[in-house]
Every structure is written in C-alpha cells, then in structure tokens.
C-alpha cells in the first residue's frame, strides 16, 4: 500500500538552527512529492514540489528537499530557521497518475525566538 | 482571484442529525478532493470528483458518507447520521488538472463537531 512516513512529530529549534524534517514514502513506480505547511490557524499552502528532473527542488521562504530515489526520501531542509517558520509541515506524494495524493502525520516545528 | 473557499468554517452537529459540507473550487479548477484529517492524524484522501462525476471513492466509509460535484454549484460532502466518530477537520482541494503535474489548492477546511 502506498504511504507517506514523518518521523519527527514534534521539533523545537532555536532561531537560526538549521532544519531537517525526514519524509520516506513507499510507492511503486512514478511518484511526485510535496511538502505543505499549515501556519496557526491558516490552510495548508505548497511549500515545494519534485515531479521529476533536478532531484533537489527549491522551494518558497528559503526551504528545499532532495528526493533520494535509493532511500526513498524526500526530507525537507532550511538552513537558517526563523520564529515565523513556526508551523505544521506535511509530506505528501501520489502515484503521477492522477492527484491522490497522501500524506504523512505531519511535524509540528516550534521555532523559539 | 479568490481560493478554494469551504463552508461553513464550524459545523456542530449533535448524534444523528447530518452534516453538509461545501467547497467552491478556484475558478476555473474542474477537479476537486475531499480530505479528512483526525486529530493528530494526517490528511486522509476521501474522494475525488470532476464536474456530475465521482473518480475515485476509495477513501470514504461506505456507509452515511456521499459526495457530489454537480454542474452548477459548489462540491458537496454529505455525512448522514453523524457519530463522534465524524468529528474532524475536513479539507477540500482543487486542481485545474486530475493528471500530471497539477497543483492542489487547499482550501481553510471545515471542523465537524459532533455532540
């Protein structure tokens, strides 16, 4: 069966700390991956996205995540965290057919000032 | 250009009475997803819909749950004889595409209370 595994459910960084989420997924075949991010009380938005090509993908506010076919990862990565990066990010992939698209449980990130 | 829009944003709901949900897609988006998220659980993918057609209804419970995409008018996500089981956020998403590299947008999602 197809899913997405986050392993760190709960991160506490300082600011300026340097960020890594984990993601593996388990899919056969053609697979496109995501990160979202939910802000407090905000819906999710697209933080990046690998369809194919270059396997690291920049994404907005300075995030990127390198899709490593070989371990099955996606991992997010920021280098320098910032309190507004306080929020809940979720790996997602689907199977490139169409969107079905399934997500991890989420990680909540906890940036203290 | 508005977003995906969902409503009502809360919806309490005592045992047995039903639920609607609605979502209104991005303008000119066809395609729409239906999402659960439980608490400390992630998204869960329930359905998926195009314009008077069901795509994929693998992850919704086969009983009390429905979903409708109609030609005119918003999505609708229909939970008859609600339990507290139900109670949940509930995330509807579009795309301009079902295939391919289309982008879902998300929309602020509804929480179900169930008393």
């Known amino acids: 069966a197809q899913s997405v595994s986050q392993h760190n459910h709960h991160v506490i960084l300082s600011e300026a700390a340097s960020l890594e989420l984990g993601c593996n997924y388990s899919?056969?075949?053609?697979?496109?991956l995501f990160w979202y991010v939910q802000y407090p009380g905000q819906h999710l938005q697209l933080l990046l996205k690998?369809?194919?090509?270059?396997?690291l993908v920049k994404g907005i506010k300075g995030f990127e995540a390198e899709f490593i076919k070989s371990k099955f990862s996606f991992n997010l990565r920021k280098p320098s965290v910032q309190w507004s990066d306080t929020a809940e990010y979720f790996c997602?992939?689907?199977?490139?057919?169409?969107?079905?698209?399934?997500f991890g449980t989420g990680t909540k990130l906890q940036v203290i000032p | 250009n508005a977003g995906v829009m969902q409503n009502p944003r809360h919806l309490v709901r005592r045992r047995g009475q039903e639920a609607r949900l609605r979502c209104s897609p991005m303008?000119?988006?066809?395609?729409v997803y239906w999402y659960r998220q439980l608490p400390e659980e992630g998204l869960k993918f329930m359905v998926y819909?195009?314009?008077?057609?069901?795509?994929?209804e693998s992850g919704m419970p086969k009983e009390r749950f429905s979903a409708e995409f109609p030609k005119e008018g918003p999505s609708i996500l229909r939970i008859q004889q609600v339990v507290r089981g139900d109670s949940a956020a509930y995330f509807c998403?579009?795309?301009?595409?079902?295939?391919?590299?289309?982008?879902?947008?998300f929309g602020p999602g509804t929480r179900l209370t169930v008393t």
């Open positions: 998403a579009s795309s301009l595409g079902g295939a391919g590299s289309y982008e879902q947008y």
């Open positions: 303008k000119g988006h066809s395609h």
């Open positions: 819909l195009q314009k008077e057609n069901i795509i994929d």
């Open positions: 690998y369809f194919s090509g270059d396997p």
């Open positions: 899919y056969g075949g053609t697979v496109n």
């Open positions: 997602a992939a689907d199977s490139g057919g169409y969107q079905k698209v399934t």
